[in-house]
């Protein structure tokens, strides 16, 4: 939605230019409501609202509702109340509420009395609902049909409430509380014998979410069930709105992006996020406390080699692996973590899994640790003559300790990766808050502690 | 599909020990195919057959094709030739190709002749494009209509066709030699009047995908145009199959596992990897090279910090400052690359926006490293009388030198993480090839050089 196509705007500021009313209101039928929302959103505020101005409806709201949301509350500021009114009636209802939300709260009070009754109400209950779950993500565009029609006639209704629909091709079957009894398909209706009854063609056994259910599992099930859309049900049973195939893509991409970030530890509100449109000062808000308080917690690192300080002094060649100490650590707790993080997220393990998972990644852990134990110990053969030693100590005793220290590292790394993004997951936090930089920076320190502790007590310095 | 159910295994062996059929042809009738299909699973191959044999066509296919592959090669290893061809042939074709593309050679072999004609040429077509392209993941089971039939003809033929096809929602329009002409949903048809004219109602503007297309580009494509399927044409722009709203979520999440596990530079197949089903030598095998790879580089961090060894050995405060620059390099270079890649992978930026990105990443890298500079000049002033150093050099001096070197690092480390992604997408890579490990091995070297060489030029050493 964010990739301009600037070669447009200069055909489309002489239509501006020349008030060719017809000329602009045949591109706003150009092509897909998506595509000419792009196009216009090429064009400052004022100027894309006098090409979508000339849009008839449905379609101007149906291209509005395409629009990032910053060039939405930019229009809206500079219209009339009654314009606005009429733009956000026709829109998706599930995006007329999310774009009231985020309006500055004077618009708010000053766009309501316009609105007709009905849109007041509806915008009221799906704004009602905590970011996050089905109920704030649900629209209330759905077809219910009574369990008494036949198939011809619901045929017939479904055609009639088509116009206003974003999806008629699932009807629910309520009873006379909204209860939730059933679904059909428009697909079953077709095929149905024109007389038989909504009721008994339905499918009784309904996949649903309840409204203070996550998204993300709302739109899991939708994948899982590969449902056209999902009937979200409050505390009382009763339907309350749908979740569509399209949002269930939107929010599985938007959580992807909730957890990468969360991984590379960056705060903030992640649903906003566009790249470039967000400011360098907010980037910096948004990254800066993880990474100074990681600063800060990286001094322990710090005091760790000071206290050792004498056996650097001593052993030179010491400080030569803590980098390589630090990587591996690092990368083999992260690598550790990423992989158990998903398979939470995608539910291929739960947190009852722990000890299986320890166990898979001990052996792991133990393969990448003789491996690299192996790298080192080549490396102090070859290169370690060059570093100040005592000549006490040879060089195989010192190769030994050393490798053994990180093999150790590698081992304890990883099962800190499993370990910890499982335990938030049992204290049911997000386990990606377990971000990579926060284990990086754990690991550094525990592993610091293995290093100095297994080469004194192997060197017995 | 892979959290078993084992509550229901006693009940489902019980009812196969005492062989009724009856009540085992109800219990694959109790819900959701992918429902059935996941409570068979928690049974060895041979039972869960058992089981599934009593299903009828075409719900047996059905539940099978909602298996993991691994039980579906299990279970049709032990079947008779034709029992297997049966089962193929209700399956949707894509699902068909995919699973046929596992099977040992022998077993493809062995089966394809037992397939009828038209199911053996389209495994043949739908085998035939490269993992990962629009042409693997489509699917031939989509409903074509000539532009010549009225509306009611059109939703007579849909409702005979409708059996055999993934979704009669869509039809697509085509001339006589399969070229893609337009495109009308089942809404289209019946809001329409009855006698009008499927080329008359079409939408003649198709969003499509080419077979050679990267299945995430027709994913997101689905996303952005809020669509039930996509239509993919081959060189000659004929239609040879669609892509449906439900694949797209399987490819998205696919893809975004791919991301994740390449941004903890975790290699192999990544199409597989249901991480318990992943076995500790596969893991190892994925995960090694990588590791021991960035190990081997991270020695160059070790020559470096070896080849300033006479320096340690004067100021060994420097020692106890390396964990603080490795992790606050490795920190802002990772966070700094996760957001590009997922910029450029939600196509938010472009690679013609490096400028722009690299400027706004400058002004976050000085931001970031004018806050860590203060942490570290404290931290020297604080803590740093404790360690070793001449006496000629002021404490204050020191200080200075390391957060200076600190505050470079931070701002190269982050231009380091926005340009390495971009250099990537540049040669037509995927930017995710940037792992966060590997950065955080480079930034370290790049780290270490800049901390030695600043502290050396501006004490004077």
């Known amino acids: 939605m964010t990739v301009k196509n600037p070669l447009v705007v200069p055909e489309l500021r002489e239509l501006i230019a020349a008030g060719d009313a017809q000329a602009l209101q045949a591109f706003c039928k150009t092509g897909h409501p998506a595509v000419v929302a792009e196009m216009i959103s090429a064009l400052p505020g004022t100027e894309a ?27 809206i500021g500079s219209l009339r109340r009654m314009e606005v009114a009429r733009l956000l009636a026709d829109m998706p209802p599930d995006d007329r509420a999310d774009l009231f939300k985020e309006l500055p709260d004077e618009m708010q009070e000053s766009v309501l009395p316009a609105l007709a009754q009905a849109e007041r109400e ?7 609902y905590e970011e996050g779950t089905a109920g704030a993500v649900m629209t209330s565009d759905y077809v219910t049909l009574p369990p008494h029609l036949t198939a011809s006639q619901a045929i017939d209704h479904l055609r009639k409430v088509a116009p206003d629909k974003e999806t ?106 566009v790249y470039m449109k967000t400011s360098a000062w907010a980037h910096l808000k948004n990254r800066s406390p993880w990474i100074v308080m990681l600063a800060c917690l990286s001094m322990v690192s710090g005091f760790i080699v000071q206290s050792h300080e004498g056996m650097l002094l001593q052993f030179a060649i010491l400080a030569s692996f803590m980098p390589m100490l630090a990587d591996t650590g690092g ?40 491996m690299l134990a192996l790298v080192a110990f080549g490396r102090v053969m070859f290169f370690g003559e060059a570093s100040t030693m005592p000549e006490s100590y040879s060089l195989v005793s010192i190769a030994v300790a050393i490798s053994a220290a990180l093999g150790l590292q590698v081992v304890s790394a990883t099962l800190i990766g499993v370990f910890l993004p499982m335990f938030a997951a049992l204290l049911k936090k997000d386990p990606a808050v377990v971000a990579s930089p926060a284990l990086t920076t754990m690991v550094d320190i525990t592993g610091l502690l293995i290093y100095f502790t297994t080469i004194k007590l192997m060197l017995g310095i």
């Open 49 to 75: 609202w006098e090409v979508l101005r000339h849009a008839d409806f449905p379609l101007r709201s149906d291209i509005f509702s395409h629009m990032d949301e910053d060039l939405q509350i930019e229009i």
């Open 331 to 370: 990368n083999t707790g992260s690598q550790a973590a990423a992989l158990i993080i998903r398979a939470l997220a995608l539910k291929e393990i739960s947190t009852r899994d722990i000890l299986r998972v320890l166990a898979k990644e001990f052996q792991v852990g133990l393969g990448l640790s003789l």
């Open 122 to 128: 509806d915008i009221r209950r799906l704004t009602a």
């Open 168 to 273: 008629i091709y699932y009807g629910y079957v309520v009873d006379e509380k909204r209860k939730l009894q059933g679904f059909v398909s428009l697909k079953d209706l077709i095929v149905a014998r024109r007389e038989s009854k909504v009721g008994d063609i339905m499918h009784p056994e309904v996949i649903f979410a309840r409204v203070e259910e996550d998204q993300e599992d709302a739109a899991r099930k939708i994948q899982k069930y590969d449902l056209l859309a999902l009937p979200v049900i409050n505390g009382g049973d009763t339907l309350v709105g749908i979740i569509t195939h399209d949002d269930a893509l939107d929010i599985i991409t938007q959580e992807q992006t909730e957890d990468m970030e969360k991984l590379m530890a960056i705060a903030g509100s992640h649903e906003a996020g």
